[in-house]
Structure formats: structure tokens, C-alpha cells
């Protein structure tokens, strides 16, 4: 085994050991605590920097191992897979800091970082998994992992949210199961490959496979929250805010629309999708997501909660560009997996860092809360621009690229979804703003913990989150540069489609 | 054969030699270690016996006492024999290490019982003539509600249906060996193999077996004397019970089907079978669901285990593909190990908890970690999901299926399957995430006892990585 198929595995396995190393610590020892999740941090940071430059020199990171007949193991860092690894990996790294100031005299600590630490393993197994099996495997693990994390404050509504997310997930996960092998029975579960490895399956087995894509696209529609199946996600926001950040940005719902991307170019290809004609269907429960959660969105009166109905609008950005088979359309989708997990994640972070420092939780109580903490409320309205697209954020960036997409293939129709889902994002996510800065405070705020550094919040909780207001910036600023997410999704769409 | 006859002597030799040494003092702390010990020696001699028999691929026969075929006890070796017998010995192993380590003290009797216990499901395992398998399961069955006593007057009315079920399976069997050796003269399994005819009378003896092998074996739909035994048995008694013993009927029923019984009637039984085993999978789902108490809830999804178990064997015999052979002993393996998990954790729970209520499990997470780990990666093996020896079971099971298009309904069965065991487990599981109740005093661990419950379920959580070689391996030692 030389270095270059050790590093997949390194890359799994930096959270992982770490997580179960936590989970033997007694409570008092934050110390160790902190250190073993901050050495898991740089190591993973580490390889997957190592990682990138190695595959933009057309490096292949490879590592297989025997597990079913017909279906090995196999980690493969290729373009794609590392995209998704390093937005686990630097959110990660700002989540674990914020969880730590987030958690700071809670009890259960080891319990929940040992959990968190395998979820993010999770994510980049499912990132890094170079066939259907290891995809299921990592998939499954994820689920597992993001109860104990989604009920962590153990309270009956904790357990309610957790018992909706496990028969969403693990229903999501059987049918999941079912479609894989399906496919296997038809050609076994080769690495994926651009442009699809089941081109070369006969014709006469087109039922079979067009059976598969459903069972497939609804088993991952679960985590990606296509509607009608996104009903847990808004449940789950009952979890710490870390996890809830973690999992709109990163791992659960990325998990899922990640598989349909890698379901539609790299198992079936565009080819193969076009001749049975499947992905109308997909492009359509998308757009009418994208709509539809934004509508929800505008009746949530929690914050946290209108934030959830934005993510499932989100998402079904990344679902649409890819459904939409075109290079593109397919750059926006790809990039707009980078961008929504950094905007995303800084709402979050603002979401947690409202609640802890002020107890706000509902949107009535923001009023003129950007005079008492003008830096997060900063970051707030970074993200909040990002989502609705304003230039020059990274939301901008991506809209510009999928409603682009869908003329390139012929779909002015996606124009105009583009600029209803814009003026939609404006609804929600405006007033917000304009509270936060605007109005007058009228009451006592619910909770006031001024933090004694005399920082307007607890420093662990405001770094992350200027880190990542800064990075959406930066990625909508510098977007023409080649190491950007957006020159990286070039790359991996020049892969994928090979003119 | 000399191996596997080691392996089946010396558990005999241990359950009297403990028969003796009981009597000479009230409990003899020797006891215990001499049965472990003797259990581990067995479990060596069984893989021996596994490892000369897969290489060579071979059949060995042995005659015991020189007598030829009609007069003869007969035992016979094959490589899935050899297989089983180590698998009883490991279980046992584990089992005796959690007994012995157990707190309260296990009555004494359990030593030699559970070596008799052994000896009985070695000999089942090793036996080639049907009249021979009638007396080892009478043995088993004995000494199997012998062990259900244990605990005491509660267990009573539960061992004694047991035994009265049981008792009327061995007759329902008996009558149809009787039907059987009345047609064709012989009892030997590998002659009677050769000439059974499917004709009215052997299917009236084949279904009187039948009928009697799955009420022994607590198949759907005659399962009813199986939670209650289970649940008020001793604890590792259980373990036995769920992991080995219902196993032993299903051997026989497995070798009646699949080597002895004309093809054509065994397609026509396979589809019943595997309809039974869905069945099984959902009924025994539900009420597990709906149990009361920890144990009860154990002992149902053994009942909806064996569904999976059951399905494997109809398919077999429906679509006559070996691969379900190996998904049908990959579950035998799987779940024997899970469960022992489960009954271990739950036994441990009991104590520590203090109640017998699946609800007592509230904020085991917290309390108890460890046993409650054991209780989950078992239960996630049950539904089967990645890598756990549960998944690489019904994967085995469930890609075939998809070969051909009308095979497809089945999948549908392990569907159904899987959701209703994630219900009954991940119920048991959420309750242990609720905030522990704060002011308890602190409790007496013994880590030992829970690592030993965690063992097995490590075994089984893992079990899938080896997949590709165990299932190739599986495949072949199912040939014969």
C-alpha cells in the first residue's frame, strides 16, 4: 500500500478513531476531549489539502477491499468525491469549535462529540465511496450516527423529532437497499464511472432499471428532502444547534442529494437517462420543491424552523442541476453544494449564537438585535443575501449558472423558477434583516448572558461564524479564480462529460 | 469424524462428571471452570473437524459399535455439520462465561443441564438416521425445559407447556418416521434419500414431521410456547434457547427438505415455507413491538427471525438456487450471535435496572453504555442494515430475488421485514436516550459480564466485512 491509497483512508478514519477514543472519556476531561477533536480536525484538513492537489494533477486515490461478491469496498478520492470532502471537512472544522463553545456546561459531552465525530467519518465515507455498496454502507452508518445527536437533549420532543427522522431515514435507507440491488443483480456494483457504467446493460432490462432509479432517487430523496419526503428535517431542528447546522450544511442532507448526483452521472449517465427518459419526473418534484418549501418557509414564525424550509428549497437546487443533464446547469448544481453548506451553516451559526447569548428563538424577538450584536447579525445578513441571491455572494453565483443551465438545455422555464424562488428568498429573509437592524427592540430580551470577555457573544460561538460569513464573501468575490469551489465544479463537469 | 466425535464427547463426559461432583458439596465452585473450560476444548475439536472436512470437501461416515446400515447408529460428517457443531460450542462458550460471571448466583444445575444441553444438539447435529434424530430432540427438548426450571416456581407453568408442546411435537415426528420406515424399511438418511417417492404416504409422514420439527422450532404459525419460555427462563438460558436450540429443529427440517424429500414436493412446499416466513417476519414483528417487557420483546423478534431463516428454506426449495442456502445458515449464524447479545444485555439490564419492563430502559444510554451498545449493534444486526452479519444474510437472500423479474414480490417479504424490525428495536433503543432520571445512587458495574454481553454483537457488527470469502465459503460448505 503506497501513500496514495492510504489517504481515502486516512481521511475516513481521522474522525472516526477519534470518535470512539471520545466516547471512552469521562466528563471532566474537556481537555483531552478538545484535543483529540482538534488533532482529528488538522489531520483530516491535512489529507484531504494533500488530496486536492493531488487530484488536480490527475492523481487517483484508490483503496479497495473485499466485501460482497461482485460489490467490493472502495474509497476513491476523484474530483467529485472531493468536493464534497473538503466542504465536510473545513465546516466540520468551524461546527466542532462552535459545538464546543455551544455545549460548554451541558452534560453528555463525550457522548455527543463521539457521535459527531462518526457522523462526519460518515460523510466522508459517503463522499469517498467509490461504488453503491461502500455508498450504502457509509449512508447507513450516517443514519445511525445523527440519532443519538438529533435526540442528544433527551427530552420527549427530542425523542419525537428522532423517532420521525429514524422511519423517514431507515425507510429512505430500505429502499435505498432494495434499488442497489436491484442494480447489482443486473451488472454487480462496479466503480462508478463518468458517463455511467450501466450503458452497456441490454435494453430489454430498461423496466428493471427504470424501477431502480425510483427506488434509488426516493431511498436518497428522503435525506435530500425532496418533498413529500422531507418531513422530518423541519422536526429535527429540535437538536442542538451544531447538529442542526451540521446537517442542513453537511452531512444528512447533503448525503442525499450528493447520491442523486452521483446516481444520475455516474451509475446511470446522462445517456442512459435520456433513452428511458427518466429524469422529467425528478426536475419536477424539484422545481415544485424549490417553491413549495419557500412558501412554507414564509409561514414559520421560529427561525429555526424557517431556515429548515429553506434548506429543503435549497437542495433541490443541487437536485435540479443535476436532473437537468446539462454541463451548465450541472456546474451551478455542484457549486451551489459548496455554497449552500457555507451560507447555510452561517445562518445557523447565527441561529445558535441568538439563542445562547439572548434566548431568541422566534422571529418576533429579533427586533434591533443587530444593535446589541451587530458582528453576528453581520454575518446573518451575508448569509441572509446569499440565499437570495445577491451578487456579489456565492448565492448569486449559483443561480446565475442553473438558470443559464436550464437555457442551455432548452428550458427557459427555469428562468423564470429561478426568479420566482429569488423573490420568494427576498420574502423570508429580508424582514429578517430589516429587523435585526432596523427595529426598535420593544421588551427585555428572554434570556441576557453577557459573556465576561466583553465580546458581544462567547468567542467560540462568533469565530466560526465570522470564518464562514467571510468564506461566502470571498467565494462570490473570487469565483473566477481556478481554486475556487466554482473552477473546481468545472473541473469535475469537464470530467464528467467528456466532449 | 474423530474431531467432531471429540467435540460431541466431551460435553457428554463434562455433564456427568458435574452430575457427580455436585453431590458432593452444595455448590462446587470447580464446577463452572470445568464446564468453560471443557466447552472451549469442545469448540477446538469443532473447528478441527471444520477445517479437515471443508479442505477435503468430504462426507465421512462412522458406524458406532461396527454395526451395519439397518442396526447401526449412524453418524455422519459434512462440512455445514462441522460448521454447527462449532457454532453450538462457541455459543455455548460465550453463554457459560456470562454464567459464570453472572450475579445472582445461577443455580447449580445449570452446568450439567447445559452440557447435556450441548451433547443433545452435537448429537442432533452428527445423527444420519431419522429414528436417531427423534431421540437426540427428545433429549433437547428435556433438557432445554430442565434449564427453563431454573428459575424457579414462575417458570413453571411456562416449562410446562413447553413440555407438553414439545412432547406432542416428538409424536407428530415419531408417527411420521414410523409412516416412513413402514413404506421404505429403511431409516438412513442417505438411503432413504435415493428412493423416497412422492406419493400420498410419504407426504402424509413428511407433513406429520414437518409439523412436528416447527412447532419444536418455533416456526410461524407454532411459535405460541416460545416467548413465555424465553422470557422466564435464566437469562443465559434464554441465550441458549433463542440462539441454539430452536436451530436444532430447523436442521433436521432443513436436511428433510433439501436432501431427503422428492423434488417435486418440495417445490410444491418451498412457496408455503417462504409465505410462513413472511408471515412470521410481520407477526412476530408486531408483538414484539408491542411487548411489555424486555425479554418478551427478545424472545418475539426470535419468532420473527426465524421467518428470515424459514423464507431462506422455502426459496431454497421453491427455486432450488444454493445461494439461499447460504443466506438460510448465514442467518443462523447471524442471529444465533445477535441474540445471544440481546438476551445477555437484557438479563444485565434487568439487574442493573432493577425491572423487567421495556420501558425501565429509559436513559440507558447514560447508566448503562456498554450493555446498552450490545443491545443496540445486535439490534441493528436483527434489521440488517451495514456491515452486521444481519445485512450480509438478507443481502444474500435479497439480491438473487432481483435475477428474475418474477421473482420480484418476494423482496417485498424482506421489505416488510426490515420495517418491522426497525420498529421493535429502535423502540427499545430510543427509550435509552431519554435523559437519565439524575438522582440514583451510584450502581456495581460488573464490566466484565457486560463486555461479555458486547462480545458477541461486535462479532455479528462486524461480520459483513468478511463477506466476500465468508459467503464463497458459505457456498461451498452447503453443498453436501
Known sequence: ?499 | MNYALASLAIPFTVALLTLLLQRRSEANPIVPAITVLATAVSLVFAGLALETQAVSGAVSHLNVGGWDSPLAIRLRLTPLKALLLGFVALIHLLTGLYAWRAKPKIARDYWPLSALLHTSLAALILSADIFNLYVTLELLSLSAVALVCLSGPKAYTPALYYLLLSLGASLCYLMGVAVIYGQYGVLDMTVLAGIMEADHSTRFALLLMTAGLMLKGALWPLHLWLPEAHTYAPTPVSALLSGLVVKGPLFILWQLWNNLAPEALAREMGPLFAAGGVVALVSGGWSAFRAPFIKTLVAYSTVAQLGYALMGLGLLLFLQERIYAVALWLFVLAHGLAKVSMFLAAGEMQTLLGSKRVTAMRGATQTIPITMSAFAIAGISLIGMPPTGGFLAKWSLLEPLFTQANHWPWASGVLLGTFVSAAYVFRAIALGFYQAPMSREPRHFDRVSQWLALLPALLVGLMAFAGQDLIAWMAGVTQT
Request: with cysteine.
Open chain 1, 1 to 499: 500500500m503506497n501513500w496514495t491509497n492510504a489517504l481515502p483512508v486516512v481521511a475516513v478514519f481521522s474522525s472516526l478513531l477519534p470518535g470512539l477514543l471520545i466516547f471512552a472519556l469521562r466528563e471532566q476531561q474537556q481537555g483531552l476531549r478538545t484535543g483529540l477533536n482538534l488533532l482529528g480536525v488538522t489531520v483530516k484538513l491535512i489529507v484531504v489539502g494533500v488530496m486536492l492537489w493531488g487530484v488536480s494533477q490527475g492523481l487517483d486515490f484508490r483503496v479497495e477491499a473485499p466485501f460482497l461478491p461482485g460489490g467490493a469496498l472502495i474509497l476513491h478520492g476523484d474530483a467529485l468525491s472531493l468536493q464534497f470532502v473538503s466542504l465536510s471537512a473545513v465546516l466540520w472544522m468551524a461546527t466542532t469549535i462552535y459545538a464546543i463553545g455551544y455545549l460548554r456546561g451541558t452534560p453528555l459531552q463525550s457522548r455527543f462529540f463521539g457521535y459527531f465525530s462518526i457522523c462526519v467519518s460518515a460523510t466522508v465515507g459517503v463522499a469517498l465511496a467509490g461504488n453503491l455498496i461502500t455508498f450504502l454502507l457509509f449512508y447507513e452508518l450516517l443514519t445511525l450516527a445523527t440519532y443519538p445527536l438529533v435526540v442528544h437533549r433527551g427530552t420527549r420532543e427530542a425523542l419525537d423529532a428522532g423517532r420521525s427522522y429514524l422511519a423517514y431515514t431507515v425507510a429512505g435507507g430500505t429502499l435505498l437497499l432494495m434499488g442497489i440491488a436491484v442494480l447489482h443483480a443486473l451488472s454487480g456494483s462496479p466503480q462508478f464511472v463518468p458517463g455511467g457504467y450501466l450503458a452497456s446493460v441490454p435494453a430489454r432490462h430498461g423496466p428493471a432499471l427504470t424501477v431502480a432509479f425510483a427506488l434509488l432517487i426516493t431511498g436518497l430523496g428522503v435525506k435530500a428532502a425532496l418533498i413529500p419526503l422531507h418531513g422530518w428535517l423541519p422536526k429535527a431542528m429540535v437538536a442542538p444547534t451544531p447538529v442542526s447546522a451540521l446537517l442542513h450544511a453537511v452531512a444528512v442532507v447533503k448525503a442525499g442529494a450528493f447520491g442523486i448526483v452521483r446516481v444520475i452521472y455516474d451509475v446511470y449517465g446522462a445517456e442512459t437517462l435520456e433513452q428511458l427518459d427518466l429524469t422529467a419526473p425528478l426536475i419536477a418534484v424539484a422545481a415544485f420543491t424549490v417553491i413549495f418549501a419557500s412558501l412554507r418557509a414564509l409561514q414559520q414564525r421560529h427561525l429555526k424552523r424557517r431556515l429548515a424550509y429553506s434548506t429543503v428549497s435549497q437542495l433541490s437546487y443541487i437536485v435540479l442541476g443535476a436532473a437537468l443533464l446539462g454541463p451548465i446547469a450541472a456546474v451551478g448544481g455542484l457549486v451551489h453544494l459548496i455554497h449552500q453548506g457555507i451560507m447555510k451553516i452561517t445562518l445557523f451559526f447565527c441561529a445558535g449564537a441568538f439563542e445562547k447569548t439572548l434566548g431568541v428563538h422566534r422571529i418576533s424577538e429579533m427586533d434591533g438585535i443587530g444593535r446589541r450584536m451587530p458582528l453576528t447579525m453581520s454575518a446573518f445578513t451575508v448569509g441572509a443575501l446569499g440565499m437570495t441571491g445577491i451578487p456579489p455572494t456565492a448565492g448569486f453565483i449559483s443561480k446565475w449558472f442553473l438558470a443559464a443551465g436550464g437555457l442551455e438545455v432548452g428550458q427557459p422555464w427555469v428562468v423564470w423558477l429561478f426568479v420566482v424562488s429569488g423573490l420568494l428568498n427576498a420574502a423570508y429573509f429580508l424582514p429578517l434583516v430589516y429587523r435585526g437592524w432596523f427595529s426598535i427592540p420593544t421588551a427585555e430580551w428572554p434570556e441576557d448572558h453577557q459573556p465576561e470577555s466583553g465580546w458581544e457573544t462567547r468567542r467560540m460561538l462568533l469565530l466560526p461564524t465570522l470564518f464562514t460569513a467571510l468564506l461566502t464573501l470571498l467565494m462570490g468575490l473570487l469565483a473566477g479564480s481556478a481554486l475556487g469551489p466554482l473552477g473546481w465544479s468545472q473541473l469535475i463537469v469537464a470530467r464528467e462529460f467528456p466532449l
